[in-house]
């Protein structure tokens, strides 16, 4: 078990450890079952794990489980024990008619099962919340007694005498007579029917939120600082605010009990809010519509993957990919810069990218490049569902976080589960945004209370960009997805039209693939041509740079021709086969081997040509044989320089050999660790 540095002693702890041991065993395993931090304590003894259950780690993990419903209910428990023994009676009484007494005893049997609470006759016992609850629970202040303590005799018998109770001889009978006054209900109506309407707005506002109002005119060693505003100052003479220390007020518990209606809690919220049953869509249009956000995902993550095989990502010094690649790539793809963070985002976390020295494709993206469409689609949404952080995260400043840096997001929102809960809550209606945020607030008001408003409608906007929900309802592929189909197959094939197999070469040197090109089609015209346009038509265009990269590959020219013959019904244009074999004819031309480097022509003219072509003259080139140079540079320099240059060079080893290699065409094995790293929150 894990230390407990921490060690809570005293009566509540022999309390826990009493009640424990007179529990049934089926009860204490469900209590075991709903408190799993406890369970490497169960084979120790009683005394031991009622330490640990009383421990403000297990008791702070166990209050984040709470709804709204049970957080409120512990509050007004804790308020309660701190004015002595709580009681049954006394927290009916403090709720009043906010709860009826069966939601109050089914809230309270929720908190026992946590051990949060627990009886002994007609009293309940609580652990010491003080480190996990608000300082002031229910946002109360302290008894009206206890703040007059804080003002001056002569200040509080003008208290009195300005709420019309007569004169007081003493600061105690002028105490007695407040303290009757203000706990009255009826008589604080009474009191604030003729207060000045800024006051009365004031009093609800600081009673309905901290219960506390900054002191504008704190004494100091005598000195009076500065005025109070005139509404701050009514309430201070009338003892409806009164100093809670030297810079704050705070409305005294009495008051605020009277202005609750007589009881402690403001109000209660027993039942989860309820999402009205709005009639989705008919079936065939959210299909469509889901159909088409999962086509423009699939498209959009090939199109990028195919951006990064051919130039991996620059990083920046924390790993993440910063602005300057996310607008080239956005160019590139017509996305915006968080457009482009969240394919990023997703395709990391699937494992398909490996965060070396330079983003690059990790070796399992061959195995889902060649997948059917529908399995890549599933690939990225299961992504999704476990992702910790959203696709993209923006900055207080309103700049967005590098991509593919993992978050640690503030509250702590654990976002796999609001997702699936989310997605549970569309199958077969379309509910509104805004009644789901009240829900996930009452689910998780622990982390989820202020921040609901923001993550709802995020999560919810994430989900129909990726087909999982279309129209405001749950599509076929969401409603799979939370069934736990298997992962090549969420039933959604008919959403992607069949990979095609052949293409459209065309004599102003461009191909066109009149539908979602194939595994084998993509492979080769992303090596021998530049893509031009995404989508379900597709167009690459040809070029001599272009060529020359499916040449330095290793593909001879005859070869390149065949393949592209095969795809073709109408065969290859003539002006095509003439830049191809062009290309070839110049390809290796200049060979570039290891000396500081040495540069290699089939000709002594061409020799000459490379010596005096001024953008080489850093290479610091000289002949020293009829064709051959050398130069200062090392062999890559060399070749980028002539390639720059207009050249078409090969490296060649020792031998002789010209030694080919795609550029581009990189693999890693460290995808799994980003991929980790992105849902480590999860």
Not at 30 to 39: F, T
Not at 90 to 111: E, F
Request: aromatic share 4%; proline share 7%; glycine share 10%.
């Amino acid at each position: 078990p894990r230390p407990i540095p921490y060690s809570p002693v005293g009566e509540a702890v022999r309390e826990l450890a009493g009640w424990l041991k007179t529990l049934p065993g089926p009860e204490l395993d469900q209590l075991l079952a709903a408190r799993p931090d406890a369970r490497p304590y169960q084979d120790y003894d009683i005394s031991q794990l009622a330490r640990w259950l009383a421990h403000p780690t297990s008791i702070g993990g166990a209050v984040q489980r709470l709804d709204l419903f049970g957080l409120q209910l512990l509050e007004v428990c804790h308020a309660l024990t701190e004015r002595g023994q709580l009681t049954r009676t006394a927290l009916a009484a403090a709720v009043g008619d906010a709860a009826t007494a069966a939601q109050v005893d089914s809230g309270i049997a929720g908190l026992q099962r946590l051990a949060l609470v627990w009886p002994k006759g007609n009293a309940l016992h609580l652990p010491d919340l003080s480190y996990v609850l608000a300082p002031r629970p229910l946002a109360l202040g302290a008894p009206l007694r206890t703040g007059l303590l804080r003002v001056e005799a002569a200040d509080v018998r003008a208290m009195a005498t300005r709420l019309g109770l007569g004169s007081a001889p003493t600061k105690k009978e002028a105490t007695d007579k407040l303290e009757r006054h203000l706990g009255d209900p009826a008589a604080l109506r009474a009191t604030l029917a003729a207060a000045p309407k800024d006051a009365r707005l004031l009093l609800e506002k600081v009673d309905g939120g901290t219960g506390l109002v900054h002191n504008a005119n704190g004494v100091y060693y005598g000195g009076r600082r500065s005025t109070r505003a005139p509404e701050v100052e009514w309430l201070a003479q009338r003892a409806l605010l009164l100093p809670a220390d030297w810079t704050t007020l705070e409305v005294p518990r009495e008051v605020a009990r009277s202005l609750r209606g007589g009881r402690l809690v403001r109000r209660l919220d027993p039942e989860r809010p309820p999402v009205a049953a709005t009639t989705p869509p008919p079936r065939s249009q959210v299909d469509q519509v889901a159909a088409g956000a999962a086509t423009r995902l699939v498209d959009a993550a090939g199109a990028l993957t195919d951006l990064i095989d051919i130039a991996p990502l620059a990083r920046l010094k924390d790993g993440g990919v910063g602005v300057r690649e996310l607008r080239r790539l956005g160019a590139a793809l017509g996305y915006d810069e968080a457009g482009v963070t969240g394919l990023l985002t997703l395709l990391g976390a699937a494992g398909l990218l490996d965060p070396g020295e330079r983003i690059e494709l990790d070796a399992r993206y061959d195995g889902w490049v060649a997948a059917p469409a529908a399995e890549r689609y599933s690939t990225l949404v299961r992504a999704w569902l476990g992702l910790g952080q959203p696709l993209s995260v923006t900055k207080p400043d309103g700049k967005l976080v590098p991509a593919l840096l993992a978050v640690s997001l503030s509250p702590p929102v654990r976002l796999p589960m609001l997702r699936r809960s989310l997605l549970t809550d569309h199958d077969g209606v379309a509910p509104s945004v805004q009644d789901l945020v009240r829900r996930v607030a009452w689910d998780d008001p622990s982390t989820l209370r202020a921040a609901a408003s923001v993550v709802v409608p995020e999560v919810v906007a994430e989900a129909e960009r990726l087909g999982l929900l279309a129209c405001g309802t749950l599509s076929d592929a969401g409603r799979s997805l939370l069934a736990g189909r298997p992962v090549a197959d969420l039933g959604v094939d008919r959403w992607f039209p069949a990979p095609v197999e052949d293409l459209l070469l065309q004599a102003d040197l461009t191909a066109i693939v009149p539908g979602p090109p194939s595994s084998t089609v993509r492979a080769l015209l992303d090596g021998a041509a530049d893509r031009e346009s995404q989508g379900g038509g597709a167009t690459w265009r040809f070029g001599p740079t272009s060529v020359r990269r499916a040449l330095d590959g290793g593909t001879t020219a005859a070869e390149l021709l065949d393949r592209l013959g095969a795809l073709t019904r109408h065969g290859v244009p003539q002006a095509l086969d003439y830049l191809i074999r062009d290309v070839e004819r110049r390809h290796g031309r200049v060979r570039i081997g290891a000396a500081g480097c040495y540069l290699r022509c089939t000709d002594p003219a061409l020799a000459r040509e490379v010596l005096s072509t001024r953008s080489l003259r850093r290479l610091e080139l000289r002949e020293v044989a009829p064709a051959v140079l050398v130069a200062a540079s090392d062999p890559a320099t060399a070749l980028i320089a002539l390639q720059a240059a207009g050249y078409a060079p090969v490296c060649e080893d020792a031998s002789g050999q010209a030694v080919l290699q795609r550029i581009g065409g990189q693999r890693g094995t460290r995808g799994a660790d980003l991929a980790r790293r992105l849902t480590l929150s999860a």
